[in-house]
C-alpha cells in the first residue's frame, strides 16, 4: 500500500477521513473534512472523489460531504454488535415499557464505553449518550461496570493512566468505585454527566462469565431506586446472556451442516 510523503498508508488516509465527522453530524465541507483529518486539501479531495464513486461518501449540494448509505451496508452487514443488539432489543423495550425513561446498550472499547443501541422516549430525561458514541469509562455507569469485569492488569493500568480534568475524580476513588461494581454486580453515578441524572448499569455475561455489554438506564436523579431498578436490570442481562449463548449455538449448527 502506498505512503504518502509522512509516511501513512492510503488505509490510515481513508480511515482518518471517515473518522472525522464528529459525533452529531452529518456533513462536512472539503476544507473543513481535510482539516480535521489532517491531511492536505489535494489528498482530500481525491481520496473523497474515488469514495464516493464505491458509496462510502457522498457529495450533496453545494460540495456538503457526508457518509455513504454503503459505508452504513457494510458496516451492518456482519458487525458483531448485531447479534447483541438482536439479542437485547425486546429486553430492552420491556425496561423501557415499565421505565419511560432512557434504556442503553454498550460494549467497552479499550478505554471507552461504546453506545450500540440507545432506546428513549419522549418525556425522558436528558442522556447524553447516542448510538455510535463514545464516553470514557469512567464517565458512564455502563462503562464503569464493564471496566470492573476486566482482568486486573487492565484495570491497574486504566486507574494508574487516569486523569479527571475536573478534580472531581482521583485514581483511588475510580479504584474504589470499581471495586464496588465487581463487588455488587452493578455500577451507579448519579450527576456526573448530567446534575439531574442518575444511571445505573449492569454487566451481561456470557457463559463463560465474561462481561459482554452493559445495560444501563438513565433516570431522574430523584428516582433512587435501587432495591427495584438493579433486580429488573439484572434479570434481563440474564435473558440477554441466555439469546446470545443460544444464537452462537445456532450458528455453529449450521456451520457444521454445511461440511
Do not use: C
Not at 443488539?85 to 472499547?109: G, H, K, S, T, Y
Not at 469485569?149 to 486523569?163: D, L, M, N, R
Not at 478534580?167 to 455500577?187: I, K, P, S
Amino acid at each position: 500500500m502506498a505512503n504518502s510523503n509522512s509516511g501513512d498508508s492510503v488505509v490510515d488516509r481513508v480511515l482518518r477521513l471517515i473518522a472525522a465527522f464528529p459525533e452529531g453530524v452529518t456533513a462536512l465541507q472539503l476544507s473543513e473534512l481535510a482539516a480535521r483529518a489532517g491531511l492536505p486539501l489535494t489528498t482530500a479531495h481525491r481520496l473523497v472523489r474515488q469514495l464516493a464513486g464505491h458509496g462510502v461518501f457522498e457529495v450533496g449540494p453545494g460540495g456538503s460531504i457526508s457518509l455513504g448509505l454503503r459505508l452504513w451496508e457494510l458496516a451492518n452487514r456482519s458487525s458483531p454488535t448485531l447479534e447483541l443488539r438482536e439479542a437485547a432489543l425486546p429486553f430492552m423495550e420491556d425496561i423501557q415499557q415499565v421505565l419511560n425513561q432512557n434504556v442503553n446498550l454498550a460494549v467497552l472499547d479499550g478505554r471507552e464505553a461504546l453506545f450500540v443501541e440507545r432506546l428513549s422516549r419522549r418525556g425522558s430525561v436528558a442522556n447524553r449518550a447516542q448510538v455510535a458514541g463514545r464516553m470514557p469509562a469512567h464517565v458512564s455507569s455502563a462503562g464503569l461496570v464493564l471496566m470492573a469485569h476486566q482482568p486486573a492488569a487492565v484495570q491497574a493500568e486504566y486507574v494508574e493512566s487516569f486523569s479527571d480534568p475536573t478534580g472531581r475524580l482521583a485514581g483511588e476513588d475510580l479504584r474504589v468505585l470499581l471495586g464496588e461494581a465487581a463487588r455488587e454486580g452493578f455500577a451507579q453515578l448519579a450527576g456526573v454527566v448530567d446534575p439531574d441524572t442518575w444511571g445505573i448499569a449492569v454487566p451481561v455475561l456470557d457463559r463463560r462469565k465474561r462481561a459482554v455489554a452493559a445495560l444501563g438506564v438513565v433516570v431522574p436523579l430523584r428516582e433512587m431506586r435501587l432495591q427495584a431498578l438493579v433486580p429488573v436490570l439484572q434479570t434481563a442481562a440474564r435473558g440477554i446472556g441466555r439469546r446470545l449463548g443460544e444464537a452462537r449455538e445456532t450458528a455453529v449448527i449450521h456451520s457444521t451442516e454445511g461440511l
